[in-house]
């Protein structure tokens, strides 16, 4: 059973560009978060989308925005990268139904932006 | 307003215990999980605690008190794996989580 799985590992951007970052959840969850983790930092929590929709956002400006896809994969893109968008991206999925309250991480993508 | 705290770091050595503290306030709240997180990897799941109390899971242990809005994670006989940063994070009722700054824990031989 596969895991969270995302993609691409490491990306190089350069300021004002766009970038997508991508993720599949684990089997038999349907909802994604998107969290942002700064080197030496905690995560922190960018949106979640469930059903197609996002359902949360935290405090990210609209250069960030994000999809959800009928098989539950998701992107996260980012217009008109800064430097401090440098950071290590990380994906987690989670069931809405049944007992499990924990939220499964992806191994992340690494964002640096020159 | 949302606030976690943890300490930043904390050195132990290896076959003792540590206990890392962690204190929250968020306007939701339905339980707190620990993860470990090793450097340049994914967050991995600890533990959860809903009730108040403690519960036990091997070498580790954690700790919630929902009236004082305090928890703490208990390693006990260290070794030198567990060198790693040890995240905080409330659930706000599976909305989303609000994690802490992280401990950095380094076990000396």
């Known amino acids: 059973d596969a895991g969270v799985t995302q993609s691409p590992t490491h990306l190089i951007k350069t300021r004002g560009q766009q970038v997508t970052l991508r993720c599949s959840p684990k089997?038999?969850?349907?909802?994604v978060s998107w969290y942002q983790q700064a080197l030496g930092q905690g995560p922190q929590f960018i949106f979640q989308?469930?059903?197609?929709?996002?359902?949360q956002r935290g405090n990210f400006p609209d250069r960030f925005s994000g999809h959800q896809f009928p098989n539950y994969s998701s992107e996260l893109n980012v217009n008109a990268l800064l430097l401090g968008d440098s950071a290590l991206y990380l994906c987690?999925?989670?069931?809405?139904?049944?007992?499990?309250?924990?939220?499964?991480f992806g191994p992340g993508t690494r964002l640096t932006v020159t | 307003g949302q606030n976690i705290d943890q300490p930043t770091e904390m050195t132990a050595t290896e076959g003792a215990i540590v206990q890392i503290n962690c204190t929250y306030q968020?306007?939701?709240?339905?339980?707190l999980f620990w993860y470990q997180q090793h450097a340049g990897e994914a967050p991995t799941f600890l533990s959860y605690?809903?009730?108040?109390g403690l519960e036990e899971k091997g070498r580790f242990s954690s700790f919630l008190s929902r009236s004082k809005g305090y928890s703490y994670l208990l390693l006990k006989e260290l070794q030198m794996k567990d060198s790693a940063s040890y995240l905080c994070?409330?659930?706000?009722?599976?909305?989303?989580?609000?994690f802490g700054p992280g401990t950095r824990l380094s076990v000396l031989p």
């Open positions: 987690a999925s989670s069931p809405t139904q049944g007992t499990e309250y924990e939220q499964y």
């Open positions: 089997s038999g969850h349907d909802t």
């Open positions: 989308y469930y059903e197609e929709e996002e359902r």
């Open positions: 968020t306007s939701g709240f339905n339980g």
């Open positions: 605690n809903v009730l108040d």
């Open positions: 994070a409330a659930d706000n009722y599976g909305q989303n989580f609000v």
